[in-house]
C-alpha cells in the first residue's frame, strides 16, 4: 500500500519546521541589533534547534521510502524535539504535530 499521505504530511511538516526556524533565526539577529541580547539569545538558540530537528525530520521523509518504522522514529524524535521548542515559541506547533502524525501512521500504518 503506498504512504503518499504520510509522505505528504512529514513533508509540510518539515518544510513549515525549516520556514519557522529561518523566521526566528532572523527575529533573533533583530533583536540582536536592535540590542536585546535575552531575545536574542533565545531566538537564535531556539531557531538553531528547531532548524536541527525539521532537518532530522527531513531525513525521516528520505528514509520512509524503504524503512517506514526507522522514518517513523526519526519523525517523533524531531517531533517531540519540535514541542520543546514550542515551550519557548509556539511556531512549531503546527510543524511538531504534522511530524507527530506522519511518525505514528508510519509507525503503525498499515503496510
Do not use: H, Q, W
Not at 517506514?68 to 515551550?87: D, T, W, Y
Not at 511518525?103 to 500504518?109: E, Q
Amino acid at each position: 500500500m503506498k504512504r503518499t499521505g504520510e509522505d505528504v504530511i512529514g513533508l509540510i511538516g518539515t518544510l513549515l519546521g525549516l520556514l519557522c526556524s529561518l523566521v526566528i533565526l532572523f527575529l533573533g539577529r533583530l533583536a540582536y541589533e536592535m540590542g536585546e541580547l535575552d531575545g536574542a539569545e533565545k531566538g537564535l538558540t531556539v531557531g538553531c534547534m528547531g532548524a536541527f530537528f525539521s532537518i532530522l525530520g527531513f531525513f525521516g521523509f528520505i528514509k520512509a521510502k524503504g524503512a517506514c518504522k526507522e522514518a517513523g522514529f526519526l519523525m517523533i524524535v524531531s517531533a517531540i524535539g519540535l514541542f520543546v521548542c514550542v515551550n519557548k515559541i509556539t511556531f512549531y506547533l503546527f510543524p511538531g504535530l504534522a511530524l507527530l502524525l506522519s511518525g505514528l501512521n508510519n509507525i503503525f500504518g498499515k503496510k
